[in-house]
């Protein structure tokens, strides 16, 4: 069963809903599904706007599957721009030659909120909305898919710094008030909002969205080379002792399931780090 589900409203205007139970972490299914929906969008001429969801009120995307091997990824082609997998498609996704919006509604961390960031537009509830970067809470692990290249650009130095180092979450009117989200809509309106739009936007002609969009890309969008060293120092990082000791804990307590840990990551997550292996 598919975990990335597109619903094409006109020939302009898709939607991708996340469906990945219980609280749609992302991991080797999700790259997989998500390049083929880059490939789809690179190749249609027609394509001028697209709208991330969750089908999960609760979780937009959790963050990364931490107990993923990548497995599935042994027979897939080689990443297109060479960075790493999810790294790749992130990049992908930024440069898309179409509008990307992000409609957000529950949680985002770490990954997920990696992914917001690599979309061009993001729109949360306002009552309904948690984001953050958590992984310095889990044993000083910094983020390894772009947040560091991407944040600073969006909301500057001090503030990405207190994102990152903070290691808390952000509720809507907060991640409003920082620019790490563009608007905070009341949750009964954000649907219709959004809807209308990316319906105004898929009426603009193709090439046009694709020029505008390349013209702010040259002067916001980090530059390839700067991924690399960050994912492999996160990736350093999850061979230590002190984050296994925090993944031991951590699961043990409920990680990736529904419930407190999940529900209150920002704040449980230094909850585990001085958790002892057998």
Do not use: C
Not at 142 to 154: I, K, M, S, T, Y
Request: negative net charge; glycine residues 10%.
């Amino acid at each position: 069963m598919g975990q990335l589900t597109i619903t094409r409203e006109s020939p302009a205007f898709w939607r991708a809903s996340f469906d990945n139970p219980p609280v749609n972490v992302f991991g080797a299914q999700m790259i997989i599904e998500m390049r083929a929906l880059l490939d789809a969008a690179e190749r249609d001429p027609d394509l001028v706007v697209i709208v991330f969801e969750s089908a999960n009120s609760d979780y937009f995307i959790a963050h990364w599957d931490l107990a993923d091997d990548l497995a599935a990824l042994a027979d897939q082609p080689p990443p297109v721009t060479g960075q790493q997998p999810f790294v790749d498609v992130m990049v992908r996704l930024s440069r898309l030659p179409v509008l990307t919006i992000s409609k957000i509604r529950g949680r985002a961390r770490g990954a997920g909120s990696e992914f917001l960031l690599a979309t061009d537009i993001r729109f949360a509830s306002r009552e309904r909305t948690l984001i953050g970067q958590f992984e310095m809470g889990a044993g000083s692990v910094p983020p390894g898919g772009g947040a560091p290249a991407r944040l600073p650009r969006l909301v500057g130095r001090g503030r990405a710094l207190e994102i990152l180092m903070g290691a808390q979450d952000f509720d809507g009117d907060l991640a409003e008030r920082y620019g790490y989200v563009n608007r905070a809509v009341p949750d009964a309106d954000l649907d219709e909002f959004v809807t209308a739009f990316a319906a105004r936007v898929s009426t603009f002609d193709r090439g046009a969205v694709a020029e505008m969009k390349g013209w702010v890309d040259a002067i916001t969008l980090p530059d390839d080379g700067e991924f690399p060293p960050q994912s492999a120092a996160f990736a350093a990082r999850l061979g230590g002792e002190r984050y296994r000791r925090w993944a031991e804990g951590a699961f043990a307590a409920g990680l990736q399931q529904p419930g407190d840990v999940e529900e209150r990551l920002g704040t449980r997550s230094v909850d585990f780090s001085s958790h002892r292996l057998n």
